[in-house]
């Protein structure tokens, strides 16, 4: 009951953020799971595993899941009970960014993917390289906002994690237009 009364309250945040942010839906996307936003990067400078260096002011593709497509429950009939279920169709979604990257359909000026994510372990399936976050305050908050989010658009028969089970780590994840095309177009 109490998510009926706050999600229409979140959404209309997410829709005020999007349109603040520039985040938009990624072009003739397979499922509607991600959207992006390309920004001159903030953080600090980094290395990639490719030896890709991405400095501030460097154009990031920012990637976001769609909590608005998670919380019907079920996305081209995969439930949304639990992220591994999902990682299929985020393979896809990355794969057909990648065609778009190599079709040259996304700016040009763009270095790599960047974000923040709690589903590392996925991210890593998927190829991304992680860097945990840091334990600073802003880093702190992002977390509670992130776990926040997937509690609000879970559907209400997703699994929930046990108690006992650690706190999920947040973490940075990367990986450079280079190697995307690399691992995802052949």
């Not at 945040?13 to 799971?33: H, Q, R, T």
């Not at 940075?172 to 691992?183: C, D, P």
Request: zero cysteines; a positive charge.
């Amino acid at each position: 009951m109490l998510k009926s009364i706050i999600r229409p309250i979140v959404t209309l945040w997410e829709k005020l953020f999007s349109w603040a942010e520039n985040i938009k839906p990624v072009e003739d996307s397979p499922y509607g799971l991600l959207r992006m936003s390309v920004h001159p990067y903030k953080g600090l400078p980094a290395t990639l595993d490719d030896g890709t260096k991405v400095d501030p002011g460097d154009y990031v593709l920012e990637l976001h899941i769609s909590n608005l497509t998670l919380a019907q429950g079920m996305v081209a009939g995969v439930e949304v009970a639990s992220d591994i279920q999902l990682l299929r169709l985020f393979r896809e979604e990355i794969a057909h960014l990648a065609q778009l990257v190599h079709q040259g359909k996304l700016d040009p000026r763009i270095k790599a993917i960047w974000g923040v994510s709690m589903m590392g372990p996925a991210l890593r399936r998927l190829g991304f390289t992680l860097e945990p976050m840091s334990e600073s305050m802003g880093a702190r908050m992002i977390m509670i906002w992130m776990t926040f989010l997937k509690w609000v658009f879970s559907p209400r028969d997703a699994k929930t994690p046990s108690r006992k089970k650690r706190k999920r780590q947040g973490y940075q994840y990367w990986m450079s237009l280079e190697q995307l095309l690399n691992e995802y177009v052949r």
